[in-house]
């Protein structure tokens, strides 16, 4: 599978999930295709004085658990099979982590670096302004995603609080999460995904009788998923051999000092050039001898050609859809256990609705809450997958998709089918 055939990926592992626990064919026809389609082309003046088309998306796969949700990624690559795909493991994520949400996605296809920040303003609220009513608080609620930020969330919000009478503005600042704290955002929301990411590594340790302090681990990705995982993990005493990202990977078997990692990339826009590590090429990364290995970055990163090379002992998906179909079933064969995207990076979202509630309550909790509520969502996720890959002798991403649509499933039964 390529990234071209992202949603036939997602399509794939989801009827086998069905076909392992013999979901109900109707309710299979209504998961299997998204609620909604939002593509819309607005005009943009640029700096220069010249007008710019962009193309942006929004797909609502479902929301019979509740407002659809789901982040915005500004990247070249976007497009509608990549949404799709995105939207969909949006609603089996809020699924398995017990949030009252369906998925959703979307984006706009830009490189946010080829415009200036004026420009990325005027092309986000411009986007705002073009989806309209297809976004709402209580509706559709996006978030930060690749190449988004608290920024744009801002920019957003207030974008479309002035589209809505001035007496429901106040009670309208949950139309987005991932805003900044001062803006109505969540503490420990810019931590989250990778949090969420420790929680899970820290339960699957402690059914295996693993020890975090003695571990060893390498990151692809060093934005803020990876670098907030492996800063995280560090707290362990576990060791950071490797890092990679769009500029180059490095390694270090005496071990990296994340924290001092991500300030050298905050400065040069990338791990190439870190003095405190040598330069490898990609294969020598994904060849890294260490016990767990956490692809953050964008998906099918792990392929049939990819996958040998790889010799952790766990792979903890910190990004959506890292590992391809063929990918899986080479890291199965080797023994390689895998802790899926759509239960591992979950605590973004989960944290998303602690923000959420926050803002509809007129709320603000401290962090110590959040954490421990979000510990309390993931561990309880991890073992619910646990559970069900015992009972039905599957593979843990099979059982991840099993959990989600156990619960879809009940609800379109309970609700039944208008008219």
């Given at each position: 599978?390529s990234?071209?055939n992202?949603?036939?990926?997602?399509?794939?592992?989801?009827e086998?999930?069905a076909?392992?626990?013999?979901?109900?064919?109707e309710?299979?026809?209504?998961?299997?295709?998204?609620?909604?389609?939002i593509?819309v082309?607005f005009?943009?003046?640029?700096?220069d004085g010249?007008?710019?088309?962009?193309?942006?998306?929004?797909v609502?796969?479902?929301n019979v658990l509740?407002?659809?949700?789901?982040g915005?990624?500004?990247?070249?690559?976007?497009n509608i099979?990549?949404?799709?795909?995105l939207a969909a493991?949006?609603t089996?994520?809020?699924?398995?982590v017990d949030?009252?949400?369906?998925?959703a996605?979307?984006?706009?296809?830009?490189d946010?670096k080829q415009?200036?920040?004026?420009?990325?303003?005027?092309i986000?609220?411009?986007?705002?302004?073009?989806?309209?009513d297809?976004?709402?608080?209580d509706?559709d609620?996006p978030a930060p995603?690749?190449n988004t930020?608290p920024?744009?969330?801002a920019?957003?919000?207030?974008?479309?609080?002035s589209?809505?009478?001035p007496q429901?503005?106040?009670?309208s600042?949950?139309v987005?999460?991932?805003?900044?704290?001062?803006?109505?955002?969540?503490?420990?929301?810019?931590k989250a995904?990778?949090q969420g990411?420790?929680?899970?590594?820290?339960r699957?340790?402690?059914?295996?009788n693993?020890?975090?302090k003695?571990?060893?681990?390498?990151?692809?990705?060093?934005?803020n998923?990876?670098?907030w995982a492996?800063?995280?993990?560090c707290?362990?005493?576990?060791?950071?051999l490797?890092?990679?990202?769009?500029?180059?990977?490095i390694?270090?078997?005496d071990?990296i000092?994340?924290?001092?990692?991500?300030?050298?990339?905050?400065?040069?826009g990338?791990?190439k050039g870190y003095k405190?590590?040598?330069?490898v090429?990609h294969?020598?990364?994904?060849?890294t001898?260490?016990?767990?290995?956490?692809?953050?970055a964008?998906?099918?990163?792990?392929?049939k050609?990819?996958?040998?090379?790889i010799?952790a002992k766990?792979?903890a998906?910190?990004?959506n859809?890292p590992?391809?179909?063929?990918g899986?079933?080479?890291?199965?064969?080797k023994?390689i256990?895998?802790?899926p995207?759509?239960?591992c990076?979950?605590?973004?979202?989960?944290?998303?609705y602690?923000?959420?509630?926050?803002?509809?309550?007129?709320?603000?909790?401290?962090l110590?809450d959040?954490?421990?509520?979000?510990?309390?969502?993931?561990?309880?996720?991890?073992d619910r997958v646990?559970?069900?890959?015992?009972?039905?002798n599957?593979?843990?991403r099979?059982?991840s998709y099993?959990?989600?649509?156990?619960?879809l499933?009940?609800?379109?039964k309970k609700r039944?089918?208008?008219?």
């Amino acid at each position: 599978m390529s990234k071209l055939n992202l949603f036939d990926m997602v399509t794939a592992r989801y009827e086998k999930a069905a076909k392992v626990m013999n979901l109900d064919v109707e309710i299979q026809k209504i998961l299997g295709r998204p609620m909604n389609e939002i593509i819309v082309n607005f005009p943009v003046v640029m700096d220069d004085g010249k007008i710019q088309i962009f193309t942006g998306y929004r797909v609502q796969h479902n929301n019979v658990l509740g407002p659809f949700k789901g982040g915005l990624r500004y990247h070249p690559q976007v497009n509608i099979d990549e949404v799709r795909a995105l939207a969909a493991w949006m609603t089996w994520k809020c699924a398995i982590v017990d949030l009252p949400y369906g998925g959703a996605k979307g984006g706009i296809q830009i490189d946010p670096k080829q415009y200036s920040l004026k420009e990325l303003e005027h092309i986000t609220r411009r986007f705002t302004y073009a989806l309209g009513d297809s976004i709402g608080p209580d509706y559709d609620i996006p978030a930060p995603d690749v190449n988004t930020n608290p920024q744009i969330m801002a920019w957003i919000l207030d974008t479309y609080l002035s589209t809505v009478p001035p007496q429901e503005r106040l009670r309208s600042i949950h139309v987005v999460t991932g805003k900044p704290v001062e803006a109505g955002g969540s503490l420990g929301r810019n931590k989250a995904t990778g949090q969420g990411i420790v929680f899970t590594i820290e339960r699957w340790a402690q059914k295996k009788n693993f020890d975090l302090k003695k571990a060893t681990f390498f990151v692809q990705g060093f934005g803020n998923v990876g670098s907030w995982a492996a800063r995280i993990l560090c707290q362990h005493g576990s060791k950071l051999l490797a890092a990679q990202d769009h500029t180059g990977s490095i390694y270090n078997k005496d071990g990296i000092d994340p924290e001092d990692l991500q300030k050298y990339v905050e400065a040069n826009g990338g791990v190439k050039g870190y003095k405190k590590a040598t330069e490898v090429s990609h294969e020598q990364f994904l060849g890294t001898e260490a016990d767990i290995f956490i692809p953050a970055a964008l998906e099918s990163q792990i392929t049939k050609k990819t996958a040998p090379l790889i010799k952790a002992k766990l792979v903890a998906e910190g990004a959506n859809g890292p590992t391809d179909i063929e990918g899986d079933e080479v890291l199965f064969s080797k023994g390689i256990e895998i802790i899926p995207d759509v239960l591992c990076n979950a605590g973004g979202v989960c944290v998303s609705y602690f923000e959420w509630l926050q803002n509809k309550r007129s709320e603000f909790w401290d962090l110590d809450d959040v954490d421990h509520k979000l510990k309390r969502r993931m561990v309880d996720a991890y073992d619910r997958v646990d559970e069900i890959a015992k009972k039905f002798n599957t593979d843990s991403r099979t059982a991840s998709y099993i959990v989600a649509l156990q619960k879809l499933e009940f609800v379109y039964k309970k609700r039944g089918i208008f008219p």
